[in-house]
Each structure stands twice: as structure tokens, then as C-alpha cells.
């Protein structure tokens, strides 16, 4: 029993190390002064503190607004997917309907295709709805991207949830929509705070569809990839901090109802 | 408190139907249970007078109010579920005040009825829990007071026992009984439970395949039953069913053995003008002895079981299997050859092929 805890702090160790050293390595990076970079060999922390290559990157062109598209692409897609996952999840769960496994499977069907093969004439039809460049544009296709995900999830959280307690609830006295909103809701928030997660790092992460379907109004990730190539270290460094901050952010705030909120459901 | 009136109320899921042509009134005040073997409708007939389904014929009346086409919340009445359904992620408090708060209550009102119901229930001290750190017996308690909170005017129990252990059960009961004598509230009761139904009930409604079977009180449904399939169901051990046929009018033939019937019974049966009948009578209604009687016939015991203050005894009468209960005071042995004398005036006679009782 005792050997299984210390196997599992060790695991536990490395697999926190695994993921914090890199976001360590990156902070440290983002705030050494420049020139100190290209030094060899050099100390793991640097001399001297400086937000120098992060301001530098932050005034560069169109960072500030590629960070705005970002955010906005991933808020938008946590929405949609959220309005299309909840109440598909929960009929999944709660009804019987004709054609319902079809359903199940079809939703997973539209990851069939890669966007690669669908690139040329997505371009070609966004081009033609007239949303081609925008932020609602990038967001549709991440929403495609994380909705399947959305529903098999939010189905499987609501399956968890006894129809009886809405029952009970409306036979009290609440509607239909009431005894969701009073029972169900809140046993599955938790579980909804893990979609708009996904949901949001999905977005966050995207690359190829955000370039292919922007020019001007970039995305993060497709602004600096596009920069890439022709880029020095200090670049880099405030590029990666700057696309790991938001991230981190938004998982801590969600994560305070994720934490919550598990200790007492489904008893 | 109110009365509840079924109409022809059917319920179909796909082809399957679960509530067949059902009509029922239940007395204001009246504690009925709905009886039957499990799949046989009882909980779908529940879920129908409390608006959880939506009936495909027939009314619903409560109080002569239809209330066939009313959502759940309007009808004025609570129900508690096999399964407790109490909200995981309410304190004890917040369960039995739910309804409260739907209807708008002042906080001080809330406080003092929540107070009440958890006093009637045994629960003051468990107020401030949430449900996973109650027991099952607490739960259901909680699930019983959530539903007396709101003062309904028909109280529904689907199976509120089934989840407790023998003993918390046997308790229960009395508990239930006592509440529901108290506070008057028209109650419908759901078990499968033969035992509960009959010491719980002002009257049971016996329902197979979506059908009521009898509804009477259940001193009538034990004695009386309508029908072989009441006579089977209730009464532990199950009545004996002797397939038999009647000849020269007052005699009926059981194989080899004439038994001679009581004249009350034979002029009842003479009426039906049936001969091919089925002979029931209780384990408790027959006598064993060694030597022969008047009107007996002739079995060999094949196994005796103890059970303390009765044995009872299973028998075979040319070939059909009986049971009978006996005293431990009388000196039996297996393989043994008695006599079987029913009592007569205890006896029930059933059409074979309807299953209707003739008397």
C-alpha cells in the first residue's frame, strides 16, 4: 500500500515536471535580456530582469490584435459549442428517438475528413457566405472541430444524472425547463466546465484553419506561425509565454467550479 | 386531501400496453395500494395520476378537477420514487423546502414547516446534511418529508421500501401506516410486495398485465378472491389449485377421491353449469391426520419444512404437489401416508377456464 503512494508521487512528479518545465523554461526565456539568449554556454536564470522582448513582441505588428482574435475565436467557440452540446447531449441521454445511434455516429463522422481536403472549397464557399476573414468564420470551424466532442461528453455527464431527481423536482412544482435548471444543471456544471475546456484549448490551438480562412484578421497561432521563419529567439520566447498565458488563465477560472463541484455530485 | 378518479385510463409504450383500460376510485383520505408482479403496469398507473406520462385514453380526476391534460406541477400532489430522488446537491434543509420555495412561501413560514415535517419524520438533527452523508433509511426520510412539506392533496409511494433492509423495512411500514393515519392525505402505494400491500392498505388493487384484477379491502382480497390469479398472488404460502371435475352434482372428483362439497356451494355452482373447475383452499385450511376422516383423501408427505412456530408441509396428491401448514406439535415424517381433510367452509371454487371464482 505505502510502495503504491510512493509510485504514485514519483509518477505524479514526473508527469508535472513533464508538462511545468517547458512553461518554466518559456517564462524564464520570455524575460532574460536579449543578447543574453545567444550566449554559450549560459545559466538557467538569467542576470538580469527584463520585459524588454516581451513589450517588443506585444507592439509588434498586429500581435495585440491577433490575441484579441484569439480569445474571441475561442469565446465563440466555447458558446456554440456549448449551445449545440447541451441540449444534444441531453436528449442523447434523457429521450428515445428514432435513428438516435445513427445520430451517435454521425456526429463523429464529421471528423472524418481531414481540412486538408477540405480546404479549397471551404475557402471557396466562406468566400461566398461573405465570412471569409473574419472572427465568426474562424469560429464556426473550431465550433465543427469541438462540438462532436461537446456532445458525446455533455451525453455521458447527463446520463450520469437520474431523471428521476427532474421528475421529483417537477412533481413539486417546477416546469419542465425549471427542474433542469434547479436539478441537473448544477450536478452537471462541473462536467460543462470540462467541455468549455476542450473546447477552448481546441480553439486556442488551431492553426491551419485559422490561416487558411484569414488574412488580415489573424489568429494568434496563425499570426506567429506565419512569422516563423524570420524570427529571433526573444521572439519566440515572448511569442510561446504569450500564447500559454490566456491559456492558463482561463483553466484556472474554470477550474474553481471543476474543483467544486466533483466532491459532492452523483451520490 | 382529495379523492383521485381513473377513467379507462390507458398507456401504451410501442406495442407494449402498460396501463390497460384501468378505472379506479380512490376515496378521500383512503390508503390504496396498487399491487401486482413487477412489469405489470402498477408504477406506469403512478406515473399517470402524478403527470410523469401522458395517458393515450381515459381521464384523470382529482377532486371531479380533470386533470388528465395538467403538467405535474399543477396537480397538486407529491410523490416519492423508488430510487428517493433526493437533490445530491441540496442540504437536507434546502430538500424538503424545494417545493416550499416554489410556491412562494415567506422565509419564516419555510423554516417552521421544514421544521414540522422533519420533527414528523425523525430528521430535526439531520437538517444541515447533505444526502451522501445519510443512510438509506435517512434518504427515503428526507425524500418523505420533501413530499408532506407542500401539504399535497394525493400523496404517490412507488416502492418507497424496496431499497431498505428487512428490518428498516418492517419498521417503515408501521411508520408509513401511522403518517399516512395521521395526516390523512389520499395516498396511492405501489408494491409487489404481497405482505406490505396487506398490512398497509385500506384497500388493494390487484393489476396484472395492465389490468385490475380485484379491488377490495384486504380482508375481501384474502378471502375472497376474484379469481386464481388473486387466490395465487396473495397469502403466503400461495393457495393450493386442485384442477378437478364435478360429478353427480354435489361431489367433485380430485383423481381417484371424491370429495363431497357443502350444499351452499353446490346450488352457487349449479347456476354456472360448469363441471370442469379448479379446487382452491389455503395451506392453513386443510388439517393432517393419521387416520382417516370423513371426506378426506389420501397424500404422501414429501418434505417438511420448520419454520418455527408452523412447518410447513408439501404433499403429493396423486401426483398434483399441495401445501399445507401444520403444527410443530403434530408428530409428522417424511414419506409418510395421511389424510387431507380442507376445511369446507374455506374452500374456493374457480371456473377453469375464465379463472373466475364461481362462489
Known sequence: ?267 | MAEVRLENVCKSFEDVKAVDNISLHVRDGEFIVLLGPSGCGKTTTLRCVAGLEHVDKGKIFIDEKDVTDLPPAQRGLSMVFQSYAVFPHMTVFDNIAFGLKLRKASPDQIKERVKEVARLVQIEDLIDRYPYQLSGGQRQRVALARALAIDPKVLLLDEPLSNLDAALRLQMRAELKLLQRKSKVTTLYVTHDQVEAMSMGDRIAIIRNGSLEQVDTPERVFNHPENTFVGNFIGSPPMNMLECNIVEGSNIAIGNFTYKLPESVVKAIRKTKTSRVILGIRPKNITITKDRRKNAFRAKIEVIEPIGEELVVHLTVQGKLLTVIASPTQDLRMGEKVWLTPDSRKIHIFDRKTGKNLL
Open chain 1, 1 to 267: 500500500m505505502k510502495k503504491q503512494i510512493v509510485i504514485c508521487y514519483i509518477a505524479m512528479v514526473i508527469i508535472s515536471l513533464f508538462v511545468l518545465v517547458p512553461i518554466i523554461l518559456i517564462t524564464i526565456g520570455t524575460f532574460t535580456p536579449r543578447l543574453e539568449l545567444y550566449k554559450w554556454p549560459r545559466g538557467l536564470i538569467s542576470s538580469r530582469f527584463t520585459s524588454d522582448s516581451f513589450i517588443s513582441f506585444a507592439q509588434s505588428y498586429g500581435v495585440m490584435n491577433g490575441l484579441k482574435n484569439s480569445i474571441m475565436v475561442a469565446v465563440l467557440t466555447v458558446v456554440f459549442s456549448l449551445l449545440i452540446g447541451i441540449p444534444a447531449g441531453y436528449s442523447l441521454s434523457r429521450f428515445k428517438f428514432k435513428g438516435k445511434s445513427l445520430f451517435t455516429v454521425g456526429v463523429l463522422t464529421t471528423r472524418m475528413f481531414p481540412i486538408a481536403i477540405l480546404a479549397v472549397p471551404l475557402v471557396k464557399i466562406y468566400m461566398g457566405l461573405g465570412i471569409y476573414d473574419s472572427i465568426l468564420g474562424v469560429a464556426f470551424i473550431h465550433t465543427i472541430f469541438a462540438f462532436p466532442f461537446a456532445i458525446l461528453i455533455s451525453h455521458s455527464i447527463f446520463a450520469s444524472v437520474p431523471g428521476e431527481l427532474e421528475e421529483a423536482a417537477m412533481v413539486l412544482g417546477c416546469s419542465r425547463l425549471g427542474a433542469f435548471r434547479r436539478t441537473t444543471l448544477p450536478l452537471v456544471a462541473p462536467g460543462i466546465a470540462a467541455i468549455a475546456i476542450f473546447a477552448f484549448i481546441i480553439s486556442w490551438n488551431e492553426v491551419f484553419a485559422a490561416t487558411l480562412l484569414t488574412l488580415h484578421n489573424r489568429t494568434l497561432p496563425a499570426l506567429i506561425v506565419a512569422r516563423l521563419e524570420a524570427t529571433t529567439l526573444d521572439f519566440l520566447f515572448a511569442s510561446a509565454f504569450f500564447m500559454l498565458v490566456p491559456c492558463i488563465v482561463f483553466i484556472f477560472i474554470i477550474r474553481k467550479r471543476l474543483l467544486r463541484m466533483w466532491g459532492i455530485i452523483l451520490r
